[in-house]
């Protein structure tokens, strides 16, 4: 899973969040569009700076017309800033005692943060990446993929109550007895024995998908099996 992640070049963890007001929103927009096959700026009666047709023509464009690139000076700088992500990474690890991150932090986003400040440029139509374009690229990716990077265990749990937190502990130390290490097991049949023995179903995925995150487990074949690393 975490070699996939890192091919995106922004992350973003969209979390669910019980809201009356966004909710009707949302089920208004969705309604809107399926029944008079409305865009959201119909359905919400909101004015946009330029029409779609132009939008289009523009991002044209660029594509066609302005390809920017770094110079020495913004080059040093996303250097930089990545040997100070990635210890900034290294020591938060450190200090929680955790394992690998959620979204490992490699040659990839340097790659990822390279892009999104060329794209940046294009956009204005620079001959050359700014020390703004990079300053801004930075920016979308710590709030994006360092987000992702740095979630936790503690995050994943943040919404559960008591008695769900302790189902899913509870399942996690089945899990740690029941599985050797480096055993590959069906996912779906450790489920069932493990609602055999009383365990919540739920409890038990969401257990599973905890370690994953802790790089204690590996999952294969889209889930369908998974394998106990450590």
């Known amino acids: 899973m975490t070699t996939i992640l890192s091919r995106f070049d922004l992350i973003f963890i969209v979390r669910d969040v019980r809201d009356q007001t966004r909710d009707r929103a949302i089920a208004k927009h969705v309604m809107g569009v399926h029944i008079h096959s409305q865009t959201f700026d119909q359905a919400t009666g909101a004015e946009s700076d330029l029409d779609l047709e132009t939008m289009k023509k523009y991002v044209t464009y660029c594509r066609n017309r302005c390809a920017p690139r770094l110079s020495e000076e913004t080059a040093n700088l996303l250097s930089s800033e990545y040997v100070q992500i990635r210890n900034d990474v290294k020591e938060q690890r450190s200090e929680t005692g955790e394992g690998a991150a959620a979204v ?43 987000s992702a990077a740095s979630y936790s265990t503690n995050s994943a749990m943040e919404f559960a109550n008591d008695e769900t937190q302790k189902q899913v502990e509870r399942a996690e130390a089945f899990l740690k007895h029941r599985l050797p290490l480096h055993s590959k097991v069906n996912t779906n049949r450790i489920v069932e024995e493990a609602t055999h023995q009383h365990y919540s179903a739920p409890a038990v995925r969401k257990a599973m998908g905890i370690m994953v995150i802790r790089n204690q487990l590996r999952e294969y074949n889209h889930g369908r099996l998974v394998e106990r690393l450590r």
């Open 104 to 146: 490992p932090i490699t040659v990839r986003q340097l790659e990822a943060l390279v892009r999104l400040s060329e794209s940046l440029a294009k956009v204005e139509l620079s001959p050359s990446v700014q020390h703004r374009h990079v300053q801004e690229a930075l920016r979308l990716f710590k709030v994006s993929t360092m």
